[in-house]
Structure formats: C-alpha cells, structure tokens
C-alpha cells in the first residue's frame, strides 16, 4: 500500500480538492483508493457528497481498538473514505504525537488495508500532530500550492518541514509539488517558473486551472468526472493522475 500525504497547512489551497479529485482518478485508472478524511470539519466527506458522515471514522482507530478498514465506506468504484469521525476536533487539540494514541494512528495507517494500493491522507490545515503523523508514515508528500505570490513565498517553509521530517525518520521523504488555481491559459511562466527552480525535478508538469466547475462539484458533493466529465478541470485531474502514476512506484 502506497501513502500520500496531501500537506500544506495553509487553508484553502487545495488539499481537499485534490484529495477528492485525484483519488477518484486513481480509482478510475484501476487502483483501488482509501481516503482518509484526516481534518474534523470533514471537508472530503462533503466533496463525495456525504454531507452528514458517520459519527464513527479515523477517531475511533486513534482511541484504539478498532482497525481502518472497519470504518471505511466505499464511495465509489474502487475509492473508500475514512471520515474523520465525531471525536477528531477533541483528540486533534492535545498533542498525541508521542502517546500511545499517535503510535495507534501511525502503525493502523503503515499496517496497511486490504486491498487498497493508494492511501491518500487528506491533513488538516490546523493539528500539528495529525499532519506530523502522515507525513512520518508516508511514501510521498503531495504539495498542492496556488498558482500566485503566496504560493512562491511558501514553498521554501513547506520544503524545509519535509526536510526537518526526513531527519527525524532517518531518510529523504519523497515529494510533488502540484501547481493549483492555474490562471486558464496560461503557460508556467511567471510566479510559477519559479516553483521549479525551487524544487526541481519535483513539480508535476500538469497543472489544475482555476475553474468553476471545481467549486461548483464539490459543492454539489461529486467529483468533477461526475458533475463535468468534459470540463477543463476533469482533463487536469485525469493528466495529473496519468503523470503522477507515470513518475511514482505505486506497486
Ligand atoms: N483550481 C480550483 N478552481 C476553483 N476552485 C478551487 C480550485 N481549487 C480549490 N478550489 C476551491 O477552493 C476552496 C478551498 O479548497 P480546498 O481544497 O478545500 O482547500 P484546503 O483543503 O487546502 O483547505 C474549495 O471551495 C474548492 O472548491
Ligand atoms: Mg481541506
């Protein structure tokens, strides 16, 4: 099993939407997926339409006793999620990195669920220790940053984060940088070149525009292969799952 840790802890740049919109893409390239809804509001569960999830989730695996797979739900096709369940705002307050909870957390994600290749950890923008946890156990760190100013300035903090958590683990900790809210028609020039020269070789040639039809899916609970399959926004996902898989071993 193959974990991604989708990671950036500034709010709305688009950990949710890629976490929903690239695991459905895996999904539909044949991979079986798991989410894992790692941030108590439960913003994945809303963008697959599961407006009022379950009040059991990755809460319950944390409190202990109880394995991933038993609190995941299929959505769709090969994609499962794991909502975050009613306890995560409480238990995401108190630093659980070094107590048994957090190794709970940290050995039932590494274990590994039957039959799932794809892990994909959607992290919080708040709970250090949450987002500690996923980027500890996983494969690679996904880096969604905003195509702007912001994004630029920072990426070297998100890079160096990554590194402080490679020592701790004793190994480089792989990662992608993937460009979202791309102005539409627009070449990677710009604030975006620069996002190559400070991670090279570590950004995804394809880009998620800025688009509509993004917001208008996830409010509507669907994926954009479900709300506009022909829309601008499906094709970014479906080339962004087709490059991703094409550079990382997920077998
Ligand atoms: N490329 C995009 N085009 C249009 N809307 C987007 C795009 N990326 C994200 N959004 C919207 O921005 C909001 C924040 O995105 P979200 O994925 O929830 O960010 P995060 O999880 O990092 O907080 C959501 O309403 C989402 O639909
Ligand atoms: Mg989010």
Same mark, same amino acid.
């Given at each position: 099993m193959y974990r991604v840790a989708i990671f950036?802890? +500034? =709010? !709305?740049?688009g950990k949710t939407t890629l976490g929903a919109n690239l695991g459905h893409a895996l999904a539909m390239a044949g991979r079986k997926v798991t989410l894992v809804d790692? #941030? =108590?509001? !439960?913003s994945l569960c809303d963008s697959l *339409? &599961?407006? $009022?999830? =379950?009040?059991? *989730?990755?809460d319950q695996v944390i409190l202990g006793g109880v394995s991933v797979e038993s609190v995941?739900?299929?959505?769709r096709e090969e994609l499962h999620l794991v909502p975050p369940g009613e306890h995560l705002a409480e238990i995401e307050? +108190? #630093?659980?990195? !070094?107590?048994e909870r957090g190794r709970l957390l940290r050995q039932a994600l590494t274990d590994g669920i039957p039959g799932t290749d794809v892990l994909l950890m959607d992290c919080p923008s708040k709970s250090e220790w949450l987002v500690a946890s996923a980027l500890l156990i996983s494969d690679l760190v996904l880096v969604p940053v905003t195509c702007d100013e912001a994004g630029a300035l920072a990426l070297p903090g998100l890079l160096e984060t990554i590194e402080q958590f490679s020592r701790v683990r004793g190994r480089a900790i792989d990662y992608r940088v993937v460009i979202n809210r791309?102005?539409? $028609? $627009? $070449? &990677?020039? !710009?604030? +975006?070149?620069?996002f190559i020269e400070l991670a090279p070789g570590r950004v995804l040639k394809h880009t998620i525009c800025q688009t509509d039809p993004i917001a208008q899916a996830r409010s509507a609970g669907r994926t954009v292969f479900e709300y506009r399959p022909d829309s601008r926004a499906a094709k970014d996902f479906r080339q962004l799952a087709t490059e991703w898989l094409a550079t990382v071993d997920v077998s």
């Open positions: 950036n802890p +500034a =709010p !709305g740049v790692l #941030d =108590p509001v !439960g *339409g &599961l407006f $009022r999830p =379950p009040s059991h *989730g990755i995941a739900l299929s959505t307050q +108190a #630093d659980e990195s !070094g107590s791309m102005p539409v $028609r $627009r $070449r &990677l020039t !710009g604030p +975006a070149a620069g």
